[in-house]
């Protein structure tokens, strides 16, 4: 059986800025992305789902699921 991706959207503080974490068994990769932007969209079109942690604090798991009108999430 393959491994599962888990991806994680948190908060860094020390870079004031949001980080996507991709972890496929032992490896951790860190990326940076504007969540606002067209790469964060093309981003969020390729993942199933997500844990999202705000730089409040909060948490959230999103999942896509399609909606009417061709929306997702």
């Known amino acids: 059986m393959g491994t ?8 860094n ?3 004031a800025r ?3 974490c ?3 068994g032992k490896e951790l990769v860190v ?3 504007e969540v606002d932007g ?5 981003w969020l079109e390729q993942v199933s789902s997500f844990a999202f942690q705000s730089k ?18």
């Not at 067209?38 to 093309?42: G, N, P, Q």
């Open 56 to 73: 409040e604090g909060g948490h959230v798991t999103a999942l896509k699921e399609h909606r009417g009108g061709g929306r997702v999430y």
């Open 22 to 24: 991709q972890q496929a």
């Open 4 to 11: 599962s991706t888990v991806w994680q959207v948190t908060w």
């Open 18 to 20: 949001y980080q996507i």
């Open 31 to 33: 990326s940076e992305m």
């Open 38 to 42: 067209d790469a964060w969209r093309e």
């Open 13 to 15: 503080t020390d870079l």
